[in-house]
């Protein structure tokens, strides 16, 4: 079993649509959520950054994590052609954990 | 957020040439600076921690006379890809965390095409 699972997806929705990104997650010692978006043959951009549980808002992005479930979501409200692209999640601990990186999972956003 | 930036963006070179990859963090110092490999739509694997003045920490299964890793400054580190061949063919990222932070910042990428 993988540390972090994440659907690789592609995922197509249409222009407006909520979008809903989830991974779930094996290490109770995680601490440290993000999720980063990555564009083709571009480095990954942070977008939301989470400590423990519960929810970020930050625009039309909103995170979640659920630590009891093992489970972290990201949200994209009104979502727009230019959010198409990769979404990765990743997670950390304290005491020198390496950031565990989720797959990513491809959205296509269409016009 | 803090800016971190990779040169060059894209490279070509001959079979058994080497080529460096300059990763240099902007306006943060970085003790630590991660090294990536990533292949055509799958997730990012860690090659390779940089540390500054310490040797680099490979990853099970890279190869650390192929990838050479010095950080030289706590705002640069360098991968050099030794004798390089088409099966190094990949787009290199890297990325480093404020000191005493969880969050990455990542460079724009390399991507190495080796004839």
């Known amino acids: 079993q993988k540390e972090v699972e994440q659907d690789p997806g592609p995922l197509s929705v249409p222009e407006g649509a909520i979008v809903s990104l989830n991974c779930t997650y094996s290490?109770?010692?995680?601490?440290?959520f993000m999720w980063y978006r990555q564009y083709s043959r571009k480095g990954p951009e942070l977008l939301m950054y989470?400590?423990?549980?519960g929810n970020k808002e930050d625009g039309r992005f909103t995170a979640q994590v659920d630590k009891s479930s093992k489970y972290i979501s990201l949200f994209i409200r009104d979502s727009q052609p230019s959010d198409s692209a990769t979404y990765l999640c990743?997670?950390?601990?304290?005491?020198?954990?390496?950031?565990?990186f989720g797959a990513g999972t491809r959205l296509f956003v269409k016009a | 957020g803090a800016v971190v930036s990779q040169h060059p963006s894209w490279v070509i070179c001959k079979s058994g040439t080497s080529v460096k990859i300059e990763c240099r963090s902007l306006?943060?110092?970085?003790?630590?600076m991660f090294w990536y490999r990533q292949f055509p739509k799958q997730s990012l694997m860690l090659m390779a921690t940089?540390?500054?003045?310490?040797?680099?920490?490979?990853e099970q299964g890279v190869e650390k006379d192929k990838f050479l890793i010095n950080h030289a400054s706590l705002t640069l580190s360098t991968l050099t890809v030794t004798s390089a061949h088409p099966e190094d063919s990949s787009f290199y990222i890297c990325?480093?965390?404020?000191?005493?932070?969880?969050?990455?910042?990542f460079g724009s990428g390399t991507q190495l095409s080796v004839l």
């Open positions: 940089s540390n500054e003045g310490s040797k680099a920490t490979y």
């Open positions: 290490n109770s010692a995680f601490q440290y």
């Open positions: 989470t400590y423990s549980s």
């Open positions: 990743a997670m950390s601990g304290t005491g020198g954990f390496k950031t565990i």
């Open positions: 990325s480093a965390p404020m000191d005493g932070d969880e969050k990455l910042f």
């Open positions: 306006d943060f110092q970085a003790t630590t």
